[in-house]
Every structure is written in structure tokens, then in C-alpha cells.
């Protein structure tokens, strides 16, 4: 009868542990591991075992918690006195999540549901990967002398906002380059914006905006993409009128290009049972204290500026 007790206040009772396989995983790809279950010092009923996907927002000096899926792993089963049990566990990644940067991380929560007693938790962090196209994306810039902002990855209403800042050729020229990321059927698309000194080229303090699309063909060779993406930001920054905010949307392809797969964005679909953009909202919301929807496409609010005068 002690032991009894002693288990319902979660001393000597049954507990939980989830080994991953890897901790580090790319969007879109299955993580896997084992659970590892023991029983305590008596007999208990479980209701259930169910691992949180949880993220976990530090930004503007807030920090928010959401969950982003519940995986049920276990229904009802009784675990006898040390008795040990091993279970499966692999779980596929939605593709539009917005990925582990400094301020932005996940964490597995596997809760045994003990029948009249206190629950056992484990935590593991798990770091979720750009999907490779983007992954290649970013080794180009990187091979063009840019590197990452330490608050690149941060969350805007439109998604997940990535910044870099030049080290080499580009750096008397431009200030910062940032864009936001969709991965579609056929390739990647990025909402560019370059941010161009005053003075380079002529020029007063710019901000410089294009959609690029990048074909899977392309991202498979970092020296082409970062070709590529030289030849942009140099047509960009020489004739910056392409590339105000009424110009582009001049040429724009308009709402309904198939924004499917923005990372971290609101252009999503259901997965696991939530709605990512429900996600984002909220989280942006809390963090900015507003809430901003999407009503015309993915591309609408990046462009929504006036032009400037040179």
C-alpha cells in the first residue's frame, strides 16, 4: 500500500525516455528513435504516451512556447513492477515549419500518462535543417563573402526572414541582403531584398526588392547558384527603378503563383492536425503584438511600399 501511495505522488513510479537516432534533421524528412519505458516498484495503468513537438520563440526580448503537433505514440496498457518496454517512434517533418536558427529552437516533450499518479516528462531538443535547395542557397551567398546576421531566422507576418550582411566583394555597396524562402514544385522562389548604401552607384539608402526563382536544376551546383545570384544583385544595385516596389508589381506575377511551401510562412496547408499558419499567427502575433493576414498571396506585403526618390 505504501508503495502504492508513494507512486501516485510520482516516486518509484513508471517513467519514459526517448532516444533519437539524430537530433538533427531537415524539413520535410522523418526523424526516428526508440522509447524506452520502465516500470516503477508497482504495477501502473498508462493512459496513453504522446510526444509535443514544441517550439520555442525568443524574440523582442519575449519568449514564446506553441506546440506545433501532437504524435500519438500509445494507447491504454498496463505496466507491471520493472518490467521494461521498447516502442517505435519516427515522425515526418511538415515542410513549411521555419527552421532552428539562434533565436528560434524545438524541443520533443514524451509525456507517460500514468492512470492516478504524476505524469513523467522527457524533453529533447531536436535542431530542424533547411530542406538541401535552401541549404545550397545559403552556401551561395556564403562562397559571394555573405554570412548570416545573428538575428537571421527571426519571425515576420510574412514567415521566417533570414539575414545576411557582406564580407568581401559586395561589401562597399551593399548593407544587408534578406529575404524570405519558398520551397514550390519545380524549384525555390525568395522574396530578395537588397539593401544598397548611399552613395553606391549613385545612389541615396535603398531598399531593393525582386522575386527569384531558382529551378532544383540549379541549386544541385553551389558555383552556378552562386553565378547566379551575383548576376542578380549586380542588375539589381546598377538598375535599382526595375526594383521598386510599384515596378516590380507592375510585372508582378500576382496572387495564386503557388506559394505552397513558404518556410515558416502562412501560405500553408494542414498537417498533423493543425494549421501552420494558426501557428505562425500566434506566435507573431505575441511577439509583435498584432496580427496581420494574408489576403492577396505570399508576395503582397513584402511589396506594399510606396516608391522612394533617388
Do not use: C, W
Not at 515522425?91 to 528560434?104: A, I
Not at 542557397?137 to 510574412?158: D, H, Q, V, W
Request: charged fraction near 25%; avoid cysteine; aromatic fraction near 10%.
Amino acid at each position: 500500500m505504501f508503495r502504492k501511495f508513494l507512486s501516485k505522488l510520482g516516486i518509484g513510479s513508471a517513467n519514459i525516455n526517448l532516444v533519437l537516432h539524430h537530433s538533427r534533421v531537415r524539413l520535410g524528412e522523418a526523424i526516428s528513435g526508440e522509447f524506452f519505458i520502465e516500470g516503477g516498484t508497482v504495477e501502473q495503468h498508462i493512459n496513453k504516451i504522446d510526444v509535443e513537438l514544441r517550439l520555442t520563440l525568443n524574440q523582442n526580448g519575449q519568449t514564446q512556447t506553441k506546440t506545433v503537433a501532437t504524435i500519438p505514440v500509445s494507447s491504454a496498457f498496463v505496466i507491471q513492477a520493472g518490467e521494461k518496454k521498447v516502442l517505435p517512434f519516427t515522425y515526418e517533418l511538415p515542410k513549411t515549419l521555419p527552421v532552428s536558427r539562434n533565436g528560434l529552437h524545438y524541443t520533443f516533450v514524451t509525456r507517460l500518462d500514468i492512470a492516478g499518479g504524476v505524469d513523467h516528462l522527457d524533453e529533447d531538443v531536436v535542431q530542424i535543417l533547411p530542406p538541401l535547395p535552401l541549404e545550397k542557397i545559403f552556401m551561395a551567398f556564403e562562397k559571394l563573402g555573405f554570412r548570416e546576421k545573428a538575428t537571421s531566422g527571426t519571425l515576420k507576418p510574412l514567415g521566417q526572414e533570414f539575414e545576411l550582411f557582406p564580407t568581401e566583394q559586395f561589401r562597399e555597396m551593399i548593407q544587408e541582403v534578406e529575404f524570405f524562402a519558398s520551397l514550390e514544385e519545380e524549384g525555390v522562389r525568395l522574396l530578395l531584398e537588397v539593401d544598397v548604401y548611399a552613395g553606391a552607384f549613385g545612389l541615396q539608402e535603398k531598399e531593393l526588392k525582386r522575386e527569384v526563382f531558382f529551378p532544383y536544376t540549379e541549386t544541385n551546383d553551389v558555383n552556378v547558384l552562386a553565378d547566379k545570384l551575383r548576376e542578380i544583385i549586380q542588375e539589381m544595385i546598377e538598375h535599382p527603378y526595375q526594383y521598386t516596389a510599384s515596378s516590380y508589381m507592375a510585372h508582378s506575377h500576382g496572387p495564386g503563383h503557388g506559394m505552397m511551401g513558404a518556410i515558416g510562412g502562412f501560405a500553408t496547408g494542414l498537417f498533423t492536425g493543425m494549421l501552420i499558419e494558426e501557428l505562425i499567427d500566434d506566435v507573431v502575433e505575441e511577439a509583435f503584438g498584432f496580427e496581420e493576414e494574408m489576403e492577396e498571396g505570399f508576395f503582397d506585403d513584402f511589396f506594399d511600399g510606396e516608391d522612394e526618390e533617388f
